[in-house]
């Protein structure tokens, strides 16, 4: 009884998935789908050519096939800004972006802020100079999202600045520094 039921009701799956296009994934794989997909993206002025899944994120692409792991993996859901990078200049979180939605666009990751010349970038200057760190982990996000702050006017006061960074989460607590960092590097920016 038990077997027929369960013929009759893989025999209404199937003729759902015919119906609607649908495959299984044994299916998929016997008629070659890999799943993979070609890419190419642009990080910090560079060509990546890469086959990935298409559900890879921008996070995981630059992390795990490009090899650029400044933008960390925090919470995955974009709620702590430790992904954070920079497309065509805004500020995104990498976690919830797919990274063939890149593809055409310029990423500017930590690694790729500071000068040609190995010189720091005045955001990063200043999160040295105003100790705004302690572990390290949530520092690369914090700083691409400082330099969208400033770049989008969001630096001229205290309460702008902590409201423009609210996404961005210190689990040590060194929201003193990170404020007094980028008030400082907002003018050299600016300036």
Excluded: W
């Excluded at 990498?94 to 010189?119: K, M, N, R």
């Excluded at 609210?166 to 400082?184: F, K, M, P, Q, T």
């Amino acid at each position: 009884m038990i077997a027929s039921r369960r013929g009759s009701s893989d025999t209404a799956t199937r003729r759902r998935h015919e119906m609607t296009g649908m495959v299984t994934l044994s299916q998929a794989q016997s008629q070659g789908a890999t799943g993979r997909h070609s890419v190419t993206l642009t990080v910090n002025g560079a060509v990546h050519a890469l086959s990935i899944d298409a559900r890879t994120s921008l996070l995981d692409a630059l992390r795990e096939h490009i090899g650029l792991t400044g933008a960390k993996k925090g919470c995955d859901h974009g709620q702590c800004g430790a992904c954070t990078v920079h497309v065509d200049g805004r500020r995104i979180v990498s976690c919830l972006t797919l990274a063939a939605q890149a593809q055409g666009h310029e990423v500017t990751t930590i690694e790729g802020l500071g000068g040609d010349d190995g010189a720091l970038h005045p955001m990063q200057q200043a999160f040295i100079d105003h100790d705004a760190l302690q572990c390290g982990y949530c520092t690369p996000g914090q700083i691409m999202s400082a330099v969208a702050c400033v770049h989008e006017g969001h630096a001229g006061s205290l309460d702008d600045i902590r409201e423009y960074m609210s996404g961005n989460l210190c689990r040590c607590g060194a929201y003193v520094g990170i404020v007094a960092a980028i008030e400082d590097a907002a003018v050299k920016m600016q300036g």
